[in-house]
């Protein structure tokens, strides 16, 4: 019994044992195979640092890849403090170099600290800063590689790119709006070092950085240019309160270039006030809009077939009464008779008044809904404004009449040109954009992508036709004969509108604008284009605005291969106006033979001898009176 009794506690012995072996064996296999990973994470984030090293933001493009926004290589300091063996020193040498106090640098030298970096005068140094920092070789000090972002072309679509911080992290404008995909993320450099922060003789691990994701815009960089001299030059020769420029292509909403002055440069951001950053004028300035306004009365009483343009007439005697106001003709003793082409024309506010009248508050108000005013466009830039109508309830006669021709509503640019682009495009109303990809970095494939998206068909395709005709008139005929380009069919409506203030009018205070596009029977292009208080020069959306507008036109048509078109209107011209002229034939002709036909030019020679053997421009070509034309003489 004594004998069983001891077998059987060996037996229990022995398997118990057996028992914890299997558990031990099954724990080491459990640490050293199912969590290694874990566990080897673990052990080296206690012995491991890292050096960061900065991702490149995503590069910006124009629509035809031109670099909008890219990034430059700089380097920053970075210390190690429990590396660093003569802190005296090291601190001395770093404040030298960096142009900073040795008290400055030796906080950063002495900091209780695993890493430290130096900023902010360690960061985005200079090459020859960089340079002298790594010849000394100190220890405990690195330097890591950084990206400063950089903007080619300066002030260029500054207010719409925006700006990056110190960090490289987007502070306005679609650097902001976009920050998420253009920022990236961070790589570094991992070494090896012992409790007290001592490197270790290991090998480096280098983790690359991902960079940001790249966009493309639908800014087409020659028009870009084109806006922004014209923008320049308006600034210098009217010295405004404001000027800004929108163009857009108008059967799809893609915004083809986009600016306002003032402007700023975003790699000099904090030299500018919050306000001259922030204030995207295209999409962000409400104002009365003034006669490019009456586009929308214009379509909306074609399509209601409230009015025939050519066989309707109006009699403008300068003036009309509305209950107790009497609203009054840009032009003193008024028009006379006029059909109402002439009206849009001589864009005269009575006829107008008289439009409105007949559509009604209810479908006045009605089309200027459809059309996108009192509400954002959804353009995908941040900041945008929705303007500010009158409630219905409150219109009476007198609002009805001042709304019809572009006065007491508060309205956008950017709705504006979409509104015009939706009156000539056939009728489409399109949500404008500006972004037009985002692509990855290295294989360029597309991340997201943005497409036309129509929101509502406003006109018929008839009634747009109208409207696209009654405006080439305007431009042939009427107050936007500053915008006529010889062989383009032009379309455009001039805008002066009187600035509000205070429930008043400032005198002697306007906005002037023109809207314009080509080619008119087949707009690829519309420009819209504003002048807060011009001075120095009486003050029309023809005289000002209507130039503007022409010059950003004439490069639209090089950038994007318009073509002359068969049968383009003639320009009504008035008394002493210039006129086009085409070039005859002269080459092989005598000098003396050739002068009577090239009268209405300036002629120069080149070479020797009496015959014409090239002239420039070419026969056929029309320029206008006056124009030089050159001619190679030969024996």
Not at 48 to 70: H, Q
Not at 386 to 397: A, C, E, H, N, R
Not at 489 to 502: D, E, F, P, Y
Request: proline share 4%; glycine share 8%; aromatic share 10%.
């Amino acid at each position: 019994m004594f004998f069983s009794s001891i077998h059987k506690r060996i037996k229990l012995i022995f398997l118990v044992s057996i028992f914890l072996f299997f558990l031990i064996i099954g724990k080491v296999f459990y640490i050293q195979v199912i969590q290694y990973q874990k566990l080897h994470k673990y052990a080296n984030d206690l012995w491991s640092r890292n050096l960061p090293i900065e991702p490149n933001r995503g590069t910006i493009y124009d629509r035809n890849g031109t670099v909008l926004a890219n990034n430059l290589t700089t380097t920053s300091l970075v210390l190690i403090p429990n590396q660093i063996e003569d802190m005296e020193d090291t601190t001395q040498k770093l404040a030298d170099i960096l142009g900073v106090t040795y008290e400055e640098m030796y906080q950063h030298v002495s900091k209780k600290t695993s890493i430290e970096r130096v900023h902010p005068e360690g960061r985005r140094l200079s090459f020859d800063v960089s340079d002298e920092i790594a010849k000394l070789k100190l220890p405990g000090v690195y330097l890591v590689k950084e990206s400063k972002r950089n903007y080619p072309y300066d002030t260029l679509l500054s207010h719409t790119l925006g700006f990056v911080g110190i960090d490289n992290q987007g502070l306005s404008g679609l650097e902001l709006m976009y920050n998420s995909y253009l920022t990236g993320e961070y790589g570094a450099i991992k070494y090896f070092s012992d409790a007290k922060g001592n490197k270790l003789n290991l090998n480096e691990v280098y983790e690359k950085p991902q960079d940001g994701v790249n966009m493309t815009l639908t800014i087409d960089y020659q028009i870009q240019q084109s806006l922004e001299r014209e923008l320049d030059n308006a600034m210098l020769k009217y010295n405004p309160d404001q000027a800004l420029g929108i163009a857009m292509n108008p059967k799809t909403g893609e915004i083809l270039a986009i600016s306002s002055r003032p402007n700023f440069s975003p790699s000099h951001y904090q030299n500018y006030t919050t306000e001259e950053i922030n204030r995207n004028l295209p999409i962000w300035a409400t104002y009365e809009p003034g006669s490019t306004f009456k586009i929308i009365t214009l379509s909306a009483s074609l399509e209601e077939g409230v009015v025939d343009l050519e066989n309707d007439h109006f009699y403008d005697s300068g003036s009309i009464q509305v209950e107790n106001a009497r609203i009054k003709c840009w032009k003193h003793g008024g028009h006379g008779e006029e059909t109402f082409l002439q009206v849009v024309e001589n864009s005269c506010n009575p006829g107008f008044v008289v439009l409105g009248q007949r559509l009604g508050k209810e479908k006045l108000f009605h089309y200027i809904d459809e059309f996108g005013f009192g509400k954002k466009t959804g353009v995908d830039l941040n900041g945008e404004g929705s303007g500010i109508l009158f409630s219905l309830d409150k219109v009476g006669p007198v609002e009805l009449a001042t709304t019809a021709f572009g006065q007491g509503v508060s309205v956008t640019p950017i709705q504006q040109i979409t509104a015009v682009s939706a009156a000539i495009n056939g009728g489409i109303l399109y949500q404008p954009y500006i972004v037009k990809s985002l692509n990855e970095p290295e294989t360029n494939t597309v991340i997201l992508e943005h497409k036309p998206t129509p929101i509502r068909k406003v006109l018929q395709e008839e009634t747009s036709k109208k409207v696209r005709m009654a405006l080439e008139s305007v431009v042939t005929n009427g107050t936007g004969r500053n915008a006529f380009i010889d062989g383009y069919r032009v379309g455009g409506k001039t805008g002066t509108a009187q600035k509000a203030q205070n429930g008043g009018y400032l005198v002697g205070n306007y906005i002037v604008s023109f809207m314009g596009f080509l080619p008119a029977d087949d707009p690829e292009i519309i420009v819209y284009v504003a002048v807060d208080h011009a001075k120095g020069i009486t003050q029309y959306g023809g005289t000002i605005a209507a130039p503007i507008a022409r010059n950003i036109l004439l490069d639209s048509i090089d950038a994007l291969s318009i073509q002359k078109r068969e049968g383009s209107s003639e320009k009504n011209y008035q008394i002493g106006e210039k006129k086009y002229q085409t070039i005859p034939n002269v080459v092989g002709m005598n000098v003396n033979e050739a002068l009577p036909l090239l009268k209405p030019f300036k002629v120069e020679y080149s070479g020797t001898g009496e015959t014409i053997s090239y002239q420039s421009p070419s026969a056929g070509e029309r320029i206008l009176e006056g124009e030089t034309i050159r001619l190679l003489l030969s024996e």
